[in-house]
């Protein structure tokens, strides 16, 4: 028997024991009355934990969103945000494509650009020790790893198809951005392996880490095409040290000689009130460090704050960018989901640390997982007949478009897939929303003109038209509307 295949036969084996034992909660223990602060909604929010190992007190916790009209028609969605560490719930839902967003001051407004409005959305903070999710047991911090959390997620699915039984036929999709580039295509894969009735009909991955060096040494490409590094530094980026050989020295704490001077050169290009996740994007000022800027996870959406005589409310109050965008929704976030009265209202709770942050401080993430890829693992979904959707903001300079790009037209090739869209811009409310390419009807690449590496917070009514169309499973607009 294969490693993957005794993995897979171990899951199983622990989920079917997991499922013998009693659920935490039934739906209705986890129903949400009301947020603090919100304003009023029709549809129903459910939030709460589900545990994935009784023996080590090990829970994840979610939040569930029914769709805003019509949920028993619409299908199931599950989010998961990256980091490795970082929140779906704090990040996913509550800055980018839940229903409400912090307006500060305990108050939250409606996002007209929820995926909600097109399916009901599941939001999970995963692995435990990411923002409410927890182990009791602290020693399982030490070492967490993609297999790990492949797991845990699966045995939460189980679980919570337990409690929402009405869900466990409805068409399912898991999507995901960054470092969930793994988390998706991992689950995913474990899920078409099992034999275990989910109705999963696709995914889709934004500015997704798919493999590691193709992803990674699109950035100096990326830096010298939007002018934000000189042509001494592109030289020394393609023939000294590259972006890849950069990150793995972050990574793993090794050191390469040759990689000082273009670090050096890059620190000084790159100033600090610059966001290389947005970077047409501006920061948020802030007098406080953010809860949600973590130096040890690189592939966690990064917000940079500098040092100002500005008050942290008027960081709060600060709503700034060509779109509209609040650039400081991630510290508003924080100071919402930090009152004990809306932990209250999520049925949360704080196992082993006394508050919640958008990406861990106590996950202690193998990153050898890293520089796996799992571009294989999208291309044996394809084979296996379920949709997929590699899409990405061109504004993000970390997880550029451009490798992405390289990954799905290659993995097309090898599977001997023909181009059914040609490369074309796709259009939304009479603008080029970004541009697209269909293989064979069942793999799709497209880009979202003007998004970051958070497409739903940085363009979010593009997003949501992209969301919408794959949902769907139409092609997006070819051509300016009537």
């Excluded at 993957?4 to 499922?19: D, E, G, K, L, R």
């Excluded at 973590?294 to 409310?313: A, C, E, N």
Aim: some cysteine.
């Amino acid at each position: 028997m294969g490693a993957q295949a005794w993995i897979i036969m171990v899951v199983i084996c622990a989920t079917f024991m997991q499922i013998s034992r009693a659920v935490d909660s039934s739906s209705v223990d986890d129903k949400i009355l009301s947020l603090p602060g919100q304003p009023p909604v029709s549809f129903q929010q459910y939030a709460g934990y589900v545990t994935v190992d009784e023996n080590q007190d090990r829970a994840l916790f979610y939040y569930f969103v029914e769709a805003e009209s019509d949920p028993a028609s619409k299908p199931l969605v599950l989010w998961l945000n990256g980091g490795p560490g970082c929140s779906s719930f704090g990040i996913g839902a509550f800055s980018e494509n839940g229903p409400f967003r912090p307006r500060g001051g305990g108050l939250l407004v409606r996002n007209d650009y929820s995926w909600n409005k097109e399916a009901n959305m599941l939001y999970l903070e995963s692995p435990a020790g990411v923002g409410f999710s927890y182990s009791a047991n602290q020693s399982f911090y030490d070492l967490v790893n993609d297999t790990i959390t492949a797991q845990d997620s699966y045995i939460f699915l189980q679980q919570w198809f337990v409690k929402f039984p009405e869900y466990k036929d409805r068409d399912f999709y898991i999507t995901g951005e960054s470092y969930a580039g793994h988390y998706v295509p991992q689950l995913a894969h474990l899920i078409a392996q099992s034999g275990l009735k989910f109705n999963l009909k696709g995914i889709a991955v934004g500015n997704a880490l798919l493999e590691f060096n193709t992803d990674l040494n699109s950035e100096g490409d990326y830096y010298w095409a939007h002018g934000l590094i000189s042509d001494a530094t592109y030289e020394l980026m393609n023939s000294v040290c590259n972006s890849s050989q950069l990150w793995r020295e972050s990574i793993t704490g090794s050191s390469f000689a040759a990689c000082v001077v273009v670090n050096k050169r890059l620190s000084v290009e790159f100033p600090n009130a610059f966001d290389d996740y947005n970077v047409i994007g501006d920061i948020c000022i802030s007098s406080g460090e953010s809860q949600l800027d973590v130096p040890s996870y690189p592939f966690r959406p990064k917000f940079k704050v500098s040092s100002s005589t500005q008050s942290v409310q008027a960081a709060l109050d600060q709503t700034k960018d060509a779109g509209n965008i609040d650039v400081c929704v991630q510290e508003k976030s924080s100071q919402y989901l930090n009152k004990k009265d809306v932990q209250e209202a999520l049925h949360a709770q704080l196992v082993g640390v006394t508050r919640w942050t958008g990406c861990s401080s106590v996950v202690n993430y193998d990153r050898r997982n890293f520089e796996i890829p799992t571009i294989n693992i999208v291309g044996s979904l394809v084979s296996s007949g379920i949709r997929v959707l590699v899409y990405s903001g061109d504004q993000d300079s970390v997880i550029p478009f451009m490798g992405s790009r390289i990954l799905v037209d290659g993995l097309a090739k090898e599977l001997g897939l023909n181009a059914t869209v040609p490369y074309r811009p796709w259009f939304e409310d009479k603008q080029v929303g970004g541009w697209t390419q269909v293989y064979g009807d069942i793999l799709t690449f497209a880009t979202i003109r003007g998004a970051g590496h958070l497409a739903p917070l940085t363009s979010p009514k593009r997003s949501l038209a992209l969301f919408s169309a794959f949902m769907s499973g139409k092609p997006l607009p070819e051509a300016l509307p009537n």
